[in-house]
């Protein structure tokens, strides 16, 4: 990987079209753009996209082999299922490859396949549409995250969802 200045050539796919477009360049590894926002365990955050083109960064440290759960939820302007004008999250390992990705009101659990900082990328996904989403990191497994309830067989436990994408671990 090379350093120095870089080029970005920006043309119309058939070189006859004329139209406006917006260029958004983050930094991801190995030092997240400064407006990355950090998450912990047990964190609920809420983001907007505020124009086409938009992308949203959140980091968070993670050891290899630990089991998160992430879930993505659309709270206003995105589609609430996985089509064209969903949300769309992908978490990046300390090496740059992409290990998930979740679309509008979707969790998933995801074995860490390295120690180190992971970066989650929250855009449109086609990157043309705005709105707000909430992203939810729990950690399940070798610890659970700082929330989690104990529970005893044979009782009964009640619980409130404060927000869209949130989760309660027991």
């Not at 030092?31 to 964190?43: E, Y």
């Not at 929250?122 to 399940?140: D, F, H, I, K, P």
């Amino acid at each position: 990987r090379e350093t120095g200045s870089f080029v970005i050539r920006i043309r119309a796919r058939n070189l006859t079209t004329t139209g406006s477009y917006n260029v958004n360049l983050e930094c991801l590894f190995p030092v997240a753009s400064p407006d990355a926002v950090p998450l912990t365990c047990g964190t609920r955050s809420s983001g907007r996209i505020e124009a086409p083109g938009v992308v949203d960064l959140f980091t968070f440290t993670g050891q290899a082999n630990q089991i998160v759960s992430l879930a993505l939820a659309s709270t206003g302007g995105f589609a609430t299922s996985g089509n064209l004008s969903s949300a769309e999250l992908v978490l990046l390992a300390p090496s740059g490859t992409a290990v998930a990705t979740l679309r509008s009101n979707s969790q998933a659990n995801v074995v860490l396949p390295q120690s180190g900082m992971y970066v989650i990328r929250v855009s449109a996904r086609t990157l043309a549409v705005v709105g707000s989403y909430n992203v939810n990191l729990e950690c399940l497994f070798p610890a659970a995250s700082p929330d989690a309830v104990a529970l005893a067989f044979g009782t009964l436990a009640g619980g409130r969802m404060e927000g869209p994408g949130g989760v309660d671990l027991f």
